[in-house]
């Protein structure tokens, strides 16, 4: 349900987009709301959980989903429409944390392995499914019809809740730190936020003000963190090599790939010309890709260690936006389309579970929401932070292309300013504006779409840079499989140590 509604949006924006006359700013805080929401909460809401019961915090969550999709359904304007993605985001952030939390409780071993690969092959398939689905309805109902697909899935995940995930599982005794809460949530928003603004006209003191609050927040926290008695988030757990580092990793993999199915999407409809339905089945090659291939990331985790796995992974996403950077232009063909996406696929299906796995086998049980936690912060922060840079160097190299594009032009002279405004704040503004001048209707839209892929052009060349920089970070960083697993164990027996202290003191 939670992977569903990330991905819903991203289809719809052209249609969002003409719906409200949105700017590319407010289209990218639509894609980005329920991330954004998901990603400030999640540590907070984890640990939580952790104290109070997993499964209340994933009745609440899944019950609070229903108002969030009616609101974002029938949403009278993009700004509603943006709070409602957030509030969606808020209650993802109460049920999300508790699935793989309750998998590193139950499980162990090659067993818990084979679980985080499932869950991640289905979580990564179902959210790539979002464009298929959304596509289908958007060709026979209005745009809000995307946000209502989720209802029926979470009326069948209160049902299997309430009847199959046990009500405790290792659960924690600690009190919750929220006042390290409070401090994560204000970091991970104000950093977003700030990165969404930051191409907008005007709003200079606005993204300092987000940018100040980030850092602030961000020190606090640190602080905060380091002199808790019962710290939300143990610096001394993160600051292992298998935990940080697969975090950092799974972040760019997670962020790149939703990031390019972002902008993907608009570039399907708006330059190519797709229909709703056939952007989204076009993503369905990385949907059957990441289902088939992350089983045998689980497989080569066991035999071979989850460093050459992750770099396995990123050669695929690699090659993929190399591929899209080349191949992708105003005539591509769909064989051209469906190989980055193949390759896509491959490479989030041989990353996505090694760096899962690093995670929660770098935490003792009772850490399990900081283990859970931060693996839905690789795909909810690296998405959210991904689409915020992909989505701001789009629209800032749109804008470019087409002022220069205004300025070559014999005509120039004739635009206004309120016009030239219009022409650059997104693709659907500047398809508005050519209707109203349809003597210049045919200059207006082929400018449009040479600035979306001189724009795209931009987003993917950050997201090859973000690539390039995790597979140094892993290549140097992360150690191989039989270092690995002696780190695992010495930080197994170091908790297990730690817990007998902790009991011995409570006697």
């Known amino acids: 349900m939670a992977n569903l509604n990330l991905s819903v949006a991203n289809v719809a924006l052209p249609a969002i987009g003409k719906a409200f006359d949105s700017s590319q700013t407010a289209l990218n805080l639509i894609a980005v709301g329920y991330s954004l929401g998901l990603a400030a909460s999640v540590l907070y809401l984890g640990a939580v959980g952790d104290r109070h019961g997993r499964k209340t915090l994933l009745?609440?969550?899944?019950?609070?989903?229903?108002?969030?999709?009616?609101?974002?359904?029938?949403?009278?304007?993009?700004?509603?429409?943006?709070?409602?993605?957030?509030?969606g985001g808020v209650s993802a952030g109460m049920a999300y944390p508790t699935t793989l939390a309750l998998i590193t409780a139950l499980w162990a071993g090659p067993g818990r392995t084979k679980a985080i690969a499932l869950w991640s092959a289905l979580g990564g398939g179902i959210s790539l499914l979002g464009p298929v689905v959304a596509g289908a309805l958007l060709e026979r109902f209005f745009w809000g019809s995307v946000f209502l697909v989720t209802l029926p899935l979470a009326v069948v995940a209160l049902v299997m809740a309430l009847l199959f995930v046990p009500a405790h599982a290792n659960e924690s005794v600690e009190p919750v730190?929220?006042?390290?809460?409070?401090?994560?949530?204000?970091?991970?928003?104000?950093?977003?936020?700030?990165?969404?603004?930051?191409?907008v006209p005007g709003e200079g003191a606005l993204v300092i003000g987000l940018a100040v609050v980030a850092v602030a927040a961000g020190a606090a926290f640190v602080l905060r963190q380091r002199r808790a008695p019962n710290p939300l988030y143990d610096l001394r757990i993160a600051a292992r090599r298998t935990f940080w580092v697969a975090a950092c990793a799974g972040i760019i993999v997670y962020g790149t790939m939703m990031g390019s199915a972002f902008v993907s999407q608009q570039y399907l409809q708006n330059v190519l010309g797709y229909d709703p339905v056939e952007a989204g089945a076009a993503i369905l090659p990385l949907v059957v890709m990441i289902v088939l291939v992350a089983p045998r990331s689980a497989k080569?985790?066991?035999?071979?260690?989850?460093?050459?796995?992750?770099?396995?992974?990123?050669?695929?996403?690699?090659?993929?936006?190399?591929?899209?950077?080349?191949?992708?232009?105003?005539d591509s063909s769909y064989?051209?389309?469906?190989?980055?996406?193949?390759?896509?696929?491959?490479?989030?299906?041989?990353?996505?579970?090694?760096?899962?796995?690093?995670?929660?086998?770098?935490?003792?049980?009772?850490?399990?929401?900081?283990?859970?936690?931060?693996?839905?912060?690789?795909?909810?922060?690296?998405?959210?932070?991904?689409?915020?840079?992909?989505?701001?160097?789009?629209?800032?190299?749109?804008?470019?292309?087409?002022?220069a594009a205004i300025a070559a032009s014999p005509e120039s002279k004739d635009v206004s300013e309120q016009v030239q405004s219009e022409l650059t704040k997104s693709f659907a503004s500047a398809g508005e504006t050519a209707q109203q001048h349809p003597q210049y209707a045919d200059q207006i839209v082929a400018a449009a779409r040479r600035s979306f892929l001189h724009g795209d052009d931009w987003a993917y060349t950050v997201g090859l840079a973000a690539i390039a920089?995790?597979?140094?970070?892993?290549?140097?960083?992360?150690?191989?499989?039989?270092?690995?697993?002696?780190?695992?164990?010495?930080?197994?027996?170091?908790?297990?140590?730690?817990?007998?202290?902790?009991?011995?003191?409570?006697?």
């Open 59 to 87: 009745l609440l969550g899944v019950a609070l989903s229903i108002p969030a999709c009616l609101l974002a359904a029938y949403a009278p304007d993009d700004t509603v429409l943006v709070t409602a993605r957030v509030l």
């Open 177 to 199: 730190d929220n006042l390290g809460g409070v401090l994560s949530v204000l970091l991970i928003a104000g950093l977003v936020l700030a990165i969404n603004f930051a191409a």
């Open 300 to 330: 080569l985790v066991e035999t071979r260690g989850a460093r050459t796995t992750l770099l396995t992974g990123y050669a695929f996403l690699f090659l993929a936006f190399v591929w899209m950077l080349l191949f992708w232009g105003e």
């Open 335 to 403: 064989w051209q389309i469906g190989f980055a996406y193949v390759l896509i696929g491959i490479g989030a299906g041989f990353a996505g579970t090694p760096a899962s796995h690093s995670l929660t086998g770098s935490v003792p049980v009772r850490r399990a929401g900081m283990a859970s936690g931060t693996a839905d912060l690789q795909r909810d922060l690296g998405g959210a932070v991904m689409q915020s840079v992909m989505g701001v160097l789009l629209t800032a190299g749109y804008a470019s292309a087409f002022n």
């Open 469 to 507: 920089l995790g597979a140094l970070l892993v290549f140097t960083l992360f150690p191989r499989r039989d270092a690995e697993r002696d780190l695992l164990r010495r930080y197994a027996d170091e908790d297990s140590a730690s817990a007998s202290t902790a009991a011995e003191r409570q006697r």
